[in-house]
């Protein structure tokens, strides 16, 4: 199921707090960034905090300028981003500015939490309550995010517990980092990110900005997903996958593919493209496999993200690229399109990979950027 891109954005200070122990919140961000941070919210979909950055904080969170709210409408846009609360326990302040400003709200809940949430927001406009079963499941959260209101941007705007949570399960597709320069100094003051077990290696630096006296740092994170479960990293790798079929040679009696072979820890071991260089009928897989020394130790974690699955049968080399994977030791495929019956019937090389032990991960969504570059080759099926 498709998600929306998900931004994390957070202010902390130098010591790594996101706020200090006073009951009034601390202002991290100068007049410079609260306005870049205007129209980040004026450039999301939906923007989606915890219940405890509720508590603590009662952020209005809708877009202050009215020239952005005036561009959103003129291009068909609600006036404001669909604001999204988080909870569990359901036990919200009716009072809290968060229901009294901004559109549409929307409170994810749990099974049990969900008519404590009702009672409290009896009467309040434009709040739906979305129960999503006994626990709060995230992937859930993104996908009724994505399906009934149609978000395809969300902002996280915090706190803590929810930044630290969408990047382990590895849910975050970016994250927008500002550093403060002052220190908190207190053992008890709530931290951006908390202890446990993240995705391995390094984010990907973006983007460094001066804004005013903070520092803007943007992150991707990019080591792959594990196991069945796609990660966001896995939908990016995905789509640069895609981007590469489209700098594939044209061909009336070959797919257009492209394919990135990417370390567990996010590095990219190599990419490749049918067609590539001299070889006229080389393919993406093949090709990108052939760069990397078999001896390679990062190959067993690896993840190969190819725009259509890995072929099974081919005329023009004795050994498939559902075999090439195998053997280089590679256990895990992501891919966006089936491949059609056009030049092998029956191809599964999904069910090839499968059979060896790889394990095979679909995005169907991103099916049409696969196909594009080969829709010459598919006549009315496409
Ligand atoms: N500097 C910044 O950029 C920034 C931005 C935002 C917030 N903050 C600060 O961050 C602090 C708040 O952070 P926080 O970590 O305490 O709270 P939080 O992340 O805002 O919210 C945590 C709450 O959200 C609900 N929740 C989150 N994940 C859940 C799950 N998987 N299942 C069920 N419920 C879930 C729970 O609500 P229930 O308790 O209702 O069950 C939980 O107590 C405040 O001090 C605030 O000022 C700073």
Same mark, same amino acid.
């Given at each position: 199921?498709?998600?929306?891109?998900?931004?994390?954005?957070?202010?902390?200070?130098?010591?790594?707090?996101?706020?200090?122990?006073?009951?009034?919140?601390?202002?991290?961000?100068?007049?410079?960034?609260?306005?870049?941070?205007?129209?980040?919210?004026?450039?999301?979909?939906?923007?989606?905090?915890?219940? +405890?950055? %509720? *508590?603590?904080?009662?952020? =209005?969170? /809708?877009?202050?300028?009215?020239?952005? !709210?005036?561009?959103?409408? &003129?291009?068909?846009?609600?006036?404001?981003?669909?604001?999204?609360?988080?909870?569990?326990?359901?036990?919200?302040?009716?009072?809290?500015?968060?229901?009294?400003?901004?559109?549409?709200?929307?409170?994810?809940?749990?099974?049990?939490?969900?008519?404590?949430?009702?009672?409290?927001?009896?009467?309040?406009?434009?709040?739906?309550?979305?129960?999503?079963?006994?626990?709060?499941?995230?992937?859930?959260?993104?996908?009724?995010?994505?399906?009934?209101?149609?978000?395809?941007?969300?902002?996280?705007?915090?706190?803590?517990?929810?930044?630290?949570?969408?990047?382990?399960?590895?849910?975050?597709?970016?994250?927008?980092?500002?550093?403060?320069?002052?220190?908190?100094?207190?053992?008890?003051?709530?931290?951006?990110?908390?202890?446990?077990?993240?995705?391995? +290696?390094? %984010? *990907?630096?973006?983007?460094? =900005?001066? /804004?005013?006296?903070?520092?803007?740092? !943007?992150?991707?994170?990019? &080591?792959?997903?594990?196991?069945?479960?796609?990660?966001?990293?896995?939908?990016?790798?995905?789509?640069?996958?895609?981007?590469?079929?489209?700098?594939?040679?044209?061909?009336?009696?070959?797919?257009?593919v492209?394919a990135?072979v990417?370390?567990?820890?996010?590095?990219?071991l190599a990419?490749g493209?049918s067609?590539e260089?001299?070889d006229?009928v080389v393919h993406a897989e093949e090709a990108a496999l052939a760069k990397i020394d078999r001896?390679d130790?990062?190959l067993p974690?690896a993840?190969v993200?190819s725009?259509l699955e890995p072929c099974a049968r081919r005329?023009s080399r004795p050994a498939p690229c559902a075999r090439l994977i195998l053997d280089a030791g590679v256990r895990?495929v992501?891919t966006?399109?089936?491949?059609?019956?056009?030049?092998?019937?029956?191809a599964?090389g999904s069910?090839v990979l499968?059979?060896g032990?790889a394990? /095979?991960?679909?995005?169907?969504?991103?099916?049409?950027?696969?196909?594009?570059?080969?829709?010459?080759?598919?006549?009315?099926?496409?």
């Amino acid at each position: 199921m498709p998600h929306p891109y998900v931004l994390l954005s957070a202010a902390v200070s130098l010591d790594g707090c996101l706020d200090d122990t006073g009951p009034e919140r601390l202002l991290l961000s100068g007049p410079q960034d609260f306005d870049r941070v205007d129209e980040v919210r004026a450039a999301s979909d939906a923007i989606l905090i915890g219940a +405890g950055t %509720l *508590r603590a904080d009662d952020p =209005r969170l /809708v877009v202050r300028s009215p020239e952005r !709210r005036a561009a959103r409408t &003129a291009a068909g846009l609600p006036e404001f981003p669909l604001k999204v609360l988080v909870t569990g326990s359901g036990e919200l302040d009716p009072a809290a500015r968060f229901w009294r400003t901004g559109g549409r709200k929307a409170v994810y809940t749990t099974d049990g939490g969900a008519s404590r949430a009702q009672a409290a927001l009896r009467g309040q406009k434009d709040v739906e309550v979305v129960p999503v079963g006994p626990e709060v499941d995230w992937r859930a959260v993104l996908e009724h995010l994505h399906a009934a209101y149609r978000v395809r941007r969300l902002m996280v705007e915090g706190g803590g517990s929810v930044h630290t949570q969408l990047l382990r399960l590895g849910l975050a597709d970016e994250l927008q980092l500002v550093l403060a320069p002052l220190l908190v100094g207190e053992p008890g003051a709530p931290r951006l990110f908390g202890p446990g077990a993240y995705p391995p +290696g390094r %984010l *990907r630096l973006e983007e460094t =900005r001066p /804004v005013g006296d903070v520092v803007l740092a !943007r992150y991707r994170p990019v &080591a792959p997903g594990a196991g069945p479960l796609a990660s966001a990293a896995d939908r990016y790798w995905l789509g640069l996958a895609c981007d590469l079929a489209r700098e594939c040679p044209p061909s009336r009696t070959a797919f257009s593919v492209g394919a990135v072979v990417v370390a567990e820890d996010g590095t990219e071991l190599a990419r490749g493209h049918s067609r590539e260089g001299d070889d006229p009928v080389v393919h993406a897989e093949e090709a990108a496999l052939a760069k990397i020394d078999r001896a390679d130790p990062r190959l067993p974690g690896a993840t190969v993200y190819s725009s259509l699955e890995p072929c099974a049968r081919r005329a023009s080399r004795p050994a498939p690229c559902a075999r090439l994977i195998l053997d280089a030791g590679v256990r895990r495929v992501v891919t966006a399109w089936r491949e059609p019956d056009t030049f092998v019937a029956a191809a599964d090389g999904s069910g090839v990979l499968a059979a060896g032990g790889a394990e /095979v991960v679909r995005l169907p969504e991103y099916e049409g950027r696969a196909v594009e570059p080969n829709r010459h080759l598919l006549g009315g099926s496409a």
